[in-house]
RNA sequence: CGGGGUUUGGCGCAGUUUGGCAGCGCACUUGGUUUGGGACCAAGGGGCCGCAGGUUCAAAUCCUGUAACCCCGACCA
């Protein structure tokens, strides 16, 4: 059979159509599935069990780094997120509000948490008072909710779940070291376990966040070459702690402000998962973080000795591996669609001939490449099999970003560039908000970020052609 | 919030033009034969057609209103 031939019909092809590829998947492949109220989603078992993965990876991380859990309210009084001006204009457009408490309204409405920033503040201004104090290093995990006007799944749902840090520190130097150390525990989890290629970089002021003095970001590029925006960590400086009074003393006696960050990583990197390494038999999960690494198939169950086979070689590998044995009464056929459609990593096939031979069928989700391997070391060809996979994974993902990411001296080149290819265009920028905007309303394509790897690709912004300040990337973003 | 589309068993759809017994495929249940790339036979169960009004002897079908979802834009992780 054809390597590239469609196994799964109810699959949109990927060129035919993405964004209909993509919902097939989510709903094919029962990551999520919508509810009653728009833009909110059931994280359905195996989607959650992905988030799940990633949480444990991401959670063992921050808590290396001195980062403690704790669990915040979710909701804030409306005095209390109009505490910080830029903040509170960046989010009110999109926050929902309580009005009523059983049949009687409230003196105050609360808004659902759309990020908790006032309530860390808040509550950082209670319990901080001395330099001894410091440095707090929280995190949370919980969902919020932000009212946007159009939804996708894990993309953009009204509500989300995620993982909000925030911060509070003695000094400027040590908050930048923190908000750049929390980057780079993105990047790590993005890179080592989700296999996905990230630029690193900064915002410009435009794209930062409301109410930091800047934003780092991890931006990832999808199959059909747009951007995602996989993480965030934000250097707030002393803003919030002015607006909120988060003081302490230090060593001297004197009062000080504290310099603040917060990061934040969302289910939205579900999305990125799937768009990026997914294909038209459904979706490739990488082994790190797939719920189920392997699956084991019997092969002509009815014959003798086939279940206990696979049954003996599940209970094995199940203490090494996470690994699942499938063996229900549809043909082979149809279960080697259905777990490359859900992206397992690897199918063990083990038949009659298999047994004879000591042997069972390691066969890979990526190309569907056959290996015959003796049961006897079967957990070491199993392992060299994953750790081949994840590597094949982030090389494929990395190449079609290399390949969808071009430079771009002039503004003709540049226009064509983000009309006809798409992808990442590096470019040089002026600095000027009025260029960002420009651009954006010619071709839709926003700075995605200003990367710590620099290049220079002229001396003129690409926009108006005067002095250059950085090299900008530039392309339309989910 | 603007433009387009959709809504009929769990899923995908036909039926609407021209009003007249609610259908098909998949999935599901039971029994049997099968099993190395989505097996086959047989017998079953399940839907007041998004919702609310209206016209009519009669409405999935015509009229009015309304909601949800999807896609494309503007806003966002």
């Keep these: 059979m054809a390597d590239n031939k469609k196994m799964v019909e109810e699959i949109t092809s990927m060129n035919e159509d993405f964004a ?29 069990a992905i988030w799940e993965n990633i949480q444990h990876t991401l959670d063992k991380m921050f808590k290396d780094t001195g980062v403690q859990n704790v669990a915040m309210p ?75 006007k159009t939804t996708r799944p894990f993309l953009r749902n009204t509500e989300f779940l995620w993982q909000e840090g925030h911060t509070a520190h003695a000094t400027q130097e040590e908050a930048e070291e923190r908000t750049r150390m929390m ?9 080592d376990y989700l296999a996905i290629p ?11 966040f409301a109410g930091a003095t800047e934003t780092f970001t991890i931006e990832s590029m999808m199959h059909d070459g747009k951007a995602l925006q996989s993480g965030t960590s934000h250097n707030f400086g002393d803003g919030f702690a002015k607006a909120f009074g988060i003081q302490y003393l230090d060593e001297n006696n004197k009062q000080q402000y504290v310099h603040q960050t917060s990061w934040g990583m969302s289910t939205r990197i579900i999305g990125a998962i799937i768009m990026v390494h997914g294909d038209d038999a459904g979706l490739k999960l990488p082994p790190k973080i797939a719920p189920t690494q392997a699956v084991i198939i019997p092969i002509a169950m009815h014959k003798e000795g086939v279940t206990e086979a696979a049954e003996a070689l599940r209970d ?56 015959f391997v003796s049961l006897d070391n079967i957990e070491e060809e199993l392992e060299k099999l994953m750790d081949k996979i994840q590597k094949q994974m982030y090389d494929a993902a990395l190449a079609n970003r290399e390949s969808k990411t071009s430079s771009a001296a002039t503004y003709e080149e540049f226009k064509k560039i983000i009309d006809e290819k798409g992808g990442f265009v590096k470019a040089m920028w002026c600095g000027d908000e009025a260029c960002e905007l420009k651009i954006k309303d010619d071709t839709t394509a926003t700075s995605r970020c200003i990367p710590f790897e620099q290049e220079q690709i002229s001396d003129k912004c690409v926009c108006c052609g005067k002095p250059a300040k950085h090299m900008v990337y530039w392309g339309k973003a989910y």
């Excluded at 599935?33 to 959650?48: D, L, T």
């Excluded at 990230?198 to 002021?205: A, L, M, P, R, Y």
């Excluded at 031979?357 to 569907?368: G, I, Y």
Aim: net charge positive; aromatic share 12%.
């Design 316 to 371: 094995r590998l199940a203490k090494k591996f996470r690994v699942s044995l499938d063996a229900s009464d549809k043909s082979p056929g149809w279960k080697f669609s259905e777990y490359e459609m859900r992206g397992i990593p690897v199918r063990i096939e083990i038949g009659p001939k298999d047994i004879e031979k000591n042997q069972a069928v390691l066969v890979s989700r990526v190309d569907r490449e056959k290996t």
């Design 198 to 208: 990230v630029v690193k970089g900064k915002k410009t002021d435009r794209e930062k």
């Design 20 to 48: 209909q590829w993509y919902t097939d998947i989510v709903r094919k492949a029962e990551l999520c599935s919508y509810s009653k109220v728009r833009g909110c989603m059931v994280f359905q078992p195996y989607g959650y």
């Design 183 to 191: 980057l780079n525990v993105y990047a790590k989890v993005c890179e």
């Design 74 to 148: 979710m909701f804030i009084p409306e005095s209390l997120l109009q505490k910080e001006k830029d903040h509170v204009e960046g989010f009110a457009p999109e926050v929902a509000w309580v009005t009523h408490g059983g049949s009687e309204k409230l003196p105050e409405r609360l808004c659902v948490r759309p990020t908790s920033e006032t309530l860390f503040c808040d509550h950082y201004a209670d319990i901080i008072r001395s330099y001894r104090d410091l440095p707090k290093l929280y995190n949370q995990w919980c969902s919020v909710v932000r009212w946007e």
